[in-house]
């Protein structure tokens, strides 16, 4: 008979959300077979989408789809990495997507309604959705989403994690370009103009703390505050970052935009799960409360 192990287990519960005694008390009638023991569970408990909605997604994909001047990107969130690596939870995400593009819905709801069909469910993609949600038993869901349209387009995925699409005019490699520096410099604006006030007032008030300690006479503490201001701004704004493939290691974004003749009038960044709080299990400390209950009650 197969070894069962603490990883087996974990995989197990992570898919049906049975407790873990059961999950081992499965995976031993299966033979260690997975898909068996998962079916085991499935038989004894039922069905987990009901409780599967209520948990946290915190990981999950980026996918965008561009087709002319119509574009969109959407971020779809699972409960583990090991599900966004999914193939059916994928072409769910890349679906959506090009619904978005294609439909333009107003919300997450009235995208959920438009029609689409996978893996035996359907007839819309919310039914699509609470389907695989009930056969890989972890919870999912579409979290945001942007159309765009009316302009040129260019997108770029960091992997699957981070996405980024441009609006712009001009050159496309230049705009393909300034879509890898956005994912990997991750700017606030395009300009230091239109950096949210809220950012600089955050970064004003650390500065002036930070300019209070050094005891120097007032207008010399402005200065220093000021200049703080001014340097955030042009790390945090496109245009005046220090673009990643600069040759000179000078030359910044918007120097490269004049000298490619092109414009970017907007860019949109998704980094997976970014604002969620996210869950933390101590997987080590429940599998030792769980043998400790079972050996109170033997």
């Not at 087996?8 to 997975?34: F, S, Y």
């Not at 893996?119 to 942007?146: A, Q, W, Y």
């Not at 490699?173 to 520096?181: G, L, Q, R």
């Not at 209070?212 to 505050?225: C, F, L, Q, R, Y």
Request: proline fraction near 2%; hydrophobic fraction near 45%; charged fraction near 25%.
């Amino acid at each position: 008979m197969a070894a069962i192990t603490a990883s087996m287990v974990g995989e197990l519960r992570a898919k049906t959300d049975a407790p873990m005694m059961e999950c081992k008390k499965a995976l031993t009638e299966a033979g260690g077979d997975m898909a068996k023991a998962e079916e085991i569970l499935r038989v004894k408990l039922g069905t987990k989408a009901g409780k599967a909605a209520s948990r946290v997604t915190a990981e999950g994909v980026i996918a965008a789809s561009i087709e002319g001047s119509k574009g969109a990107m959407i971020e779809v969130n699972s409960e583990t990495d090991f599900v966004s690596k999914n193939d059916s939870f994928i072409a769910m995400a890349n679906a959506a997507a090009k619904l978005v593009a294609e439909h333009n819905p107003a919300d997450i709801e009235a995208l959920g309604q438009l029609p689409y069909e996978q893996d035996g469910f359907g007839p819309t993609l919310e039914d699509v959705r609470k389907g695989l949600i009930g056969k890989i038993g972890e919870n999912m869901s579409f979290r945001r989403f942007k159309h765009f349209e009316g302009t040129q387009l260019a997108s770029y995925l960091h992997g699957s994690r981070i996405g980024v699409v441009v609006e712009y005019e001009g050159d496309a490699a230049a705009a393909k370009d300034v879509a890898m520096h956005v994912a990997a410099m991750k700017p606030v604006a395009l300009t230091a103009g239109e950096v949210p006030a809220e950012l600089i007032e955050k970064e004003r008030s650390v500065a002036t703390a930070k300019a209070a300690e050094s005891g120097k006479p007032a207008d010399i503490v402005a200065k220093m505050v000021e200049g703080s201001v001014q340097k955030y701004l042009k790390e945090v704004s496109l245009a005046d970052q220090v673009f990643v493939k600069a040759a000179d290691g000078k030359q910044t974004v918007g120097q490269m935009l004049k000298e490619k003749n092109t414009t970017v009038k907007g860019f949109t960044l998704y980094v997976v799960g970014e604002g969620i709080e996210k869950k933390t299990d101590d997987f080590a400390a429940e599998v030792a409360a769980q043998v400790a209950a079972a050996k109170t009650g033997a």
